[in-house]
């Protein structure tokens, strides 16, 4: 082999090499950019009084405190929905189940949940939870939407945790004569307590950033009172940028209110994101096996 | 204990969580029979042919006109546009991660693609509504900055995290000694991540990139609000169009209930739906069709 074809073969190693990072560079950039200019042009917008105070002059002025309830509400409701349905789940099939044409159904099941789109899982809702079993539009409708739409992730994460717990956990609590359920429930769980922990709080920062399936089932474009039951309608951030920017009358002059409702949004979807890594880092690193 | 036997006990147990664990599949029944339920009724209104492949979607207009046509072709072409953008980027991202990048790098980098993966959409729609937008309309004198071009780089970078990390898993999971045979072989790094890593990967880098696409085509707020909106068969890049996610968003909220406007909505959601399930089936096929083999197999 002549070497002019070696010194060939290491330049289209070179090339090959910055379009890679041309790539990451890119994602990074996209990333920052995004951030970096949300959070310039919405910090001024950020008060005390925006934080705690409700829209005034039909949503021009004043607070996003309705939303921010609203979203906390719906947080709370799609987890309550999730966490015990994907975590028994997940308890069936990394503990339970034998490779089966049944598992099989049960697995295509799980993965095509996950990627029904979110406007299908807001129609469902509504021709299901808010038209069929008569729920309205509210609060119970929309945390039943979102806890489905985020079922797949807990089961997936909740699995996965499961599956982490050494075997020969279950097999000393075996060997003492420990039933398979209670090896589960005082063995098994609470060593996969962390990984668990880390998959709900990836589901709830996804369904605080959701839009399209409570829009038809859970949020209000205004709401004058915060909701007193779980069958009132109710304001959520992510509705509330979507009606500010597209829906008003006066969409330029609302700008403002429009980017401090988006930060407050990336800041509690990215913390909770953030969270969730930072427990799941920390975890690791203290397991001892 | 008194009545049931322990072994009793753990089959009622057992039979609890196996009904669990099943009411992802009876969900994913009554999604298909809630859709079904609130869109047949259009079809006593027009035909499954003329709703599918008429050209005018005209909902509210007298005599209506249902034909979903526009807004199939306009879903088609920003998922294939905003494909094209982040196959390149998600797979070479995920080569970096998996090959070559410092595993303090990687620590980086991988939380930086789940942050990006957990942008809301509707933050992501803003930023191209108030930012690319405008841009785009001044630096190409368009009429409007709201069009096909828009709404893709917009979808690619939602899809480029979904390609990205199914990527990467199915790239590192290539045995060791497939890399050490190449290099023994005097293959450049290069040369062996093209010719031995990425082939061995492929089953699980094209799932990466059907279950991308799939993101594509069933995301709502992005198109919903800097696709265009306007609901005619595209002749550029740069023109307007209306995807089926947006149409549902957009007019379901201003549609009188179960009128044949509000039937054809559903009626495009079951189209959507039976799309997106098809991307995932073949997702799942590739991927157990093809899994790669370990290296004991050879």
Known sequence: MKSGNLRWRYIKQFLFFGLVKLAVALIALALGGILLYLLMQGYSAISWDFLTKPPTDAMTKGGIMPAIIGTFYLMVGSIAVSLPLGVASAVYL??????????????????????????????????????????????????????????????????????GVPQTFREASLALGVSK?????????????????????????????ETAPIMFTAAAFFTARLPASIFDEVMALPYHIYVLATAGTRIEETRPLQYGTALVLIALVLGINFVAILFRSYTRRRKSW | MTGITRTTKEKIIKAFFFIIAATSVIILGLIILSLFREAWPIFRATSMKDFLFGTEWYPTYDPPSFGIWPLIVGSLIVTV??????????????????????????????????????????????????VLAPWLQDTFDLPTGLNIVNASLMLAIMAIPTISSISEDALYSVPR??????????????????????????SGVSTAVILGMSRAIGETMVVLMVAGGAAAVPESL??????????????????????????ALFAIAVVLFFLTLAFNLIADYVSHKFREEGSATL
């Open chain 1, 181 to 209: 359920w209670q090896t589960i429930y005082h063995i098994v769980l609470p060593n996969a307590l962390p990984g668990i922990l880390t998959g709900s709080i990836l589901g709830i920062g996804r369904a605080a950033g």
């Open chain 1, 94 to 163: 990394s503990e339970y189940s034998k490779k089966s044409r049944t598992l099989r159904i049960i697995r295509i099941g799980i993965n095509c949940l996950a990627g029904v789109p979110s406007i299908v899982f807001g129609l469902f809702g509504l021709g299901l939870f808010v038209v069929y079993l008569k729920f309205g539009s509210s609060i119970l409708a929309g945390s039943l939407t979102l806890g489905i739409l985020i079922l797949p992730t807990i089961i997936g994460a909740s699995e996965e945790a499961l599956k």
């Open chain 2, 238 to 263: 740069f023109d307007s169009v209306r995807p089926m996610p947006a149409s549902i968003a957009a007019e379901m909220g201003e549609t009188p209930f179960r009128s044949d406007h509000y039937h």
């Open chain 2, 177 to 202: 000694e497939f890399k050490e045979a190449s290099y023994a072989l005097g293959a450049t790094k290069y040369e062996t991540i093209v010719r031995v890593i990425v082939p061995a990967a492929l």
């Open chain 2, 81 to 130: 546009c905003s494909t094209l953008i982040a196959v390149p980027i998600g797979v070479l991202s995920a080569i970096y991660i998996s090959e070559l990048a410092h595993p303090r790098a990687k620590e980086i980098l991988k939380p930086v693609i789940e942050l990006l993966a957990g942008l809301p959409s509707v933050v992501l729609g803003f930023f191209g509504m108030v």
